[in-house]
């Protein structure tokens, strides 16, 4: 069972425009949400990341959009460069002293930034 | 670069086979966590490391085991290796066993035939 669901699978966007990703997620013990990062040939990177207190969290261009009650979160990333094109991971975790962090990843999304 | 480093970065081998992925975390994090990460599945979290004991697992095959040693590196040990096997397995780091900022290294490349 996919404990985070992200849409869309694959996103086109003019430079200049804004792709919004999108993610769901089922389980309320998740207390941190990150975004990924992901380049051809390297490993994710944290991009930005927000907790369950909080509606809204920007990072430079990277916003996240929070909503608790709905369960959902969003990445937007403002005046898209050709340089953002990569993949996008949503992720969630929920870290719990004496067993650990586990972390569910989305499924990916793959930002393509025309320019 | 994140300062995780994982090594080989590249690995072909038969069906049937043993295989050890290495990892080195970041300078100061204690805590190791290996994925995987498949075309049809994503990055699926596999084991979780802190300071030398196991602290959580994922979906991880009994085919697989891993460990981390006195100075903190990890192994990844993978065995009767099959076709679906394949895929990039990463090892990411972070501070304490419950710190949410992990850093991932470049990955491990591997490709059963």
């Known amino acids: 069972q996919q404990q985070v669901k992200q849409s869309p699978q694959s996103l086109i966007v003019q430079k200049g425009g804004i792709p919004i990703i999108n993610c769901a997620y089922e389980?309320?013990?998740?207390?941190?949400f990150p975004w990924y990062q992901q380049f051809p040939g390297k490993g994710p990177a944290l991009l930005i990341a927000?907790?369950?207190?909080?509606s809204e969290k920007k990072e430079g261009r990277f916003t996240i959009s929070f909503n608790k009650s709905a369960k959902q979160f969003s990445l937007h990333i403002m005046d898209s460069q050709p340089g953002d094109s990569a993949t996008y991971f949503c992720?969630?975790?929920?870290?719990?002293?004496?067993?650990?962090?586990?972390?569910?990843f989305g499924t990916g999304t793959s930002l393509t930034v025309i320019p | 670069d994140s300062g995780v480093t994982q090594t080989p970065k590249h690995l072909i081998t038969a069906t049937g086979q043993r295989v050890t992925l290495r990892c080195s975390p970041r300078?100061?994090?204690?805590?190791v966590y290996w994925y995987q990460q498949s075309l049809d599945q994503g990055l699926q979290f596999l084991i979780q490391?802190?300071?030398?004991?196991?602290?959580a697992k994922g979906n991880i095959l009994e085919r697989f085991s891993a460990q981390q040693f006195p100075d903190l590196h990890s192994e990844l040990n993978l065995s009767s290796l099959e076709l679906g096997d394949s895929a990039l397995y990463f090892c990411?780091?972070?501070?304490?066993?419950?710190?949410?900022?992990?850093?991932f290294g470049p990955g491990t490349r591997l490709t059963v035939t």
């Open positions: 990411a780091s972070s501070v304490s066993s419950i710190s949410y900022e992990q850093y």
């Open positions: 992720a969630a975790s929920m870290g719990l002293r004496n067993t650990g962090n586990q972390f569910y």
């Open positions: 389980n309320t013990a998740f207390d941190y």
């Open positions: 490391y802190y300071n030398g004991e196991e602290r």
């Open positions: 300078s100061g994090d204690l805590s």
């Open positions: 927000i907790r369950p207190d909080v």
